[in-house]
């Protein structure tokens, strides 16, 4: 079992820089793929980033290419999302997810355990 917890949301400016985090408890954390959701009222959950259990490949969405990147420390259980150049539509509840097999899938449906999310708010 694997616990996520992210940290780092809050409220800025657009055009402004946050970082978010994903700390995870329990076991082989770096044989997980993991990826980052967004999700807004009424809406369906949206992949944004991924990465694999290695590091070797990321997949992103082409809303967030060139603005967001991800990265991992197996030895810290962490995993971060650098949001650079935020927009108000960039606004969402963003979600922390760990895929068993390592590879970071697109899809939520991959994804075995997720975090309870955190609030990133960008105002115009």
């Known amino acids: 079992q694997v616990q996520l917890v992210e940290s780092g949301g809050g409220l800025v400016q657009a055009g402004d820089s946050l970082r978010l985090s994903c700390v995870a408890s329990g076991p082989s954390f770096s044989h997980y793929g993991m990826g980052w959701f967004r999700q807004t009222p009424g809406m369906e959950r949206e992949f944004v980033i991924s990465?694999?259990?290695?590091?070797?490949?990321?997949y992103e969405a082409d809303s967030v290419k060139g603005r967001f990147t991800i990265s991992r420390d197996n030895a810290k259980n962490t995993v971060h999302l650098q949001m650079n150049s935020l927009k108000p539509e960039d606004t969402a509840v963003y979600y922390c997810?760990?895929?068993?097999?390592?590879?970071?899938?697109?899809?939520?449906?991959?994804?075995?355990?997720w975090g309870q999310g955190t609030q990133v708010t960008v105002s115009s």
């Open positions: 997810a760990a895929d068993r097999y390592g590879l970071g899938p697109r899809s939520s449906s991959g994804y075995d355990y």
């Open positions: 990465i694999s259990w290695d590091g070797g490949a990321t």
